[in-house]
């Protein structure tokens, strides 16, 4: 039985905006065809200047940053505010976040994630050749479950969701459940190796089924794949919003 | 940096009633210290009979077993409904699966899928004298995205949710996200190594940092550590049902 290997990869110096991810990553790692780098929200936001200042005196001081990022409020419960972004995303503080950043900072969610994801794997192809599936990660908490688990926010050279539609069981019946969401399972794995306060900002996972990965070079931008066009669920097909 | 293995174990044989699960693990994988022995619903429910007869020729015959294994309907739409079984669950159809089980069967979940890994984890130790952890998973949806990913409904030698009060994170700041569902975490990673149609219904994780393991073993009852006890939110406290 072939398996998979997931390591967290040392040696990511402190991200600063305008740095280069790529070329980071490609120093501190060995890749090899069709890893998945998974990277946390956090360094590509950093690299990508999608911070804001706010009052390293007010434990609260980033709660209007989560009001504008906010298109819609679910839920509020106290501090707590379960909010959409513009994204679709559905999460805690619409994703504004004070841990592993600068004290006085807060990091919001890239602009466009898949794209951020896509701009790492042109830079590790362009840098060395290889082509590599990129997931860019993030915490968030579920309903009826109690615990955040890592998710993908966005993803570049894998298909988000693998569709098993027409696919049979082992008793030769067709399967029930058709739509596995394989990059939201590589990015809960790759927390398993990077941890909350080791400040590891990115992983490999080696060895993935070969279904997963997808061609998305093509010149033409509509068979791109990412989190946004193939996994976010719209209000309308959605039975809890 | 250390890593992560997963691999999926071949040659379990076709699992019927009053198997012994944790027997045919050890035969078909060398377990070591402080593995993850990720088993599936399915073959944790035919081991222990929780299956019941349909008829064959009608595709909506468990219906009436989805009502009868729901205490709650959260969500109809058509055929499809979300409901709260009476572990506190929430999935659809109440767990209850036609897929990779012979035909004209449904399968249940398990009564108490704590006591299922409990007994498998047991069953290891005391075959080959080896503490393995144990999770016993299934297939969910979630709100918000598209696609299932596997999740832990059992678990035992583990803490479902890893809790990180009081950790700081590399700029000294207390985290934010302190509980973090390890045992989903895990679920969702040996779902990768599982697929759908292959037939594969135990995987092994190994690797895994010592901090997520627990001496369950213990005359005590009240400290064993499960995920209906630690990880299944109370409608009290959660904010979508």
Chains 1, 2 share one sequence.
Request: include cysteine; proline fraction near 4%.
């Amino acid at each position: 039985m072939s398996g998979l290997e997931l390591f967290g990869v040392d040696g990511i110096p402190e991200v600063r905006r305008g740095d280069d991810l790529a070329g980071m990553i490609c120093q501190a790692a060995e890749l090899r065809h069709h890893d998945v780098v998974v990277v946390t929200q956090k360094v590509v936001s950093k690299a990508e200047g999608a911070m804001v200042e706010v009052d390293p005196d007010d434990p609260l001081s980033h709660k209007p940053v989560v009001e504008r990022e906010s298109v819609r409020i679910l839920r509020r419960r106290g501090e707590l505010v379960i909010s959409e972004t513009r994204h679709g995303f559905v999460c805690a503080n619409a994703g504004v976040d004070l841990s592993n950043v600068e004290h006085g900072w807060a990091a919001l969610l890239p602009d466009d994630p898949d794209r951020s994801a896509r701009r790492i794997r042109d830079g590790i192809r362009g840098r060395i050749g290889t082509d590599v599936g990129v997931i860019v990660s993030d915490t968030f908490g579920r309903t009826w479950r109690r615990g955040v688990t890592d998710v993908a926010i966005g993803s570049a050279g894998l298909l988000p969701v693998l569709d098993l539609r027409g696919t049979r069981d082992a008793y030769g019946r067709e399967l029930q459940v058709t739509e596995v969401a394989v990059v939201d399972e590589i990015a809960a794995a790759a927390e398993l190796v990077m941890g909350k306060s080791s400040g590891i900002p990115v992983a490999v996972v080696r060895g993935l089924d070969e279904a997963v990965f997808t061609d998305d070079t093509a010149a033409d931008p509509s068979v791109r794949r990412g989190v946004l066009t193939d996994l976010v669920r719209s209000p309308a097909e959605d039975l809890f919003r």
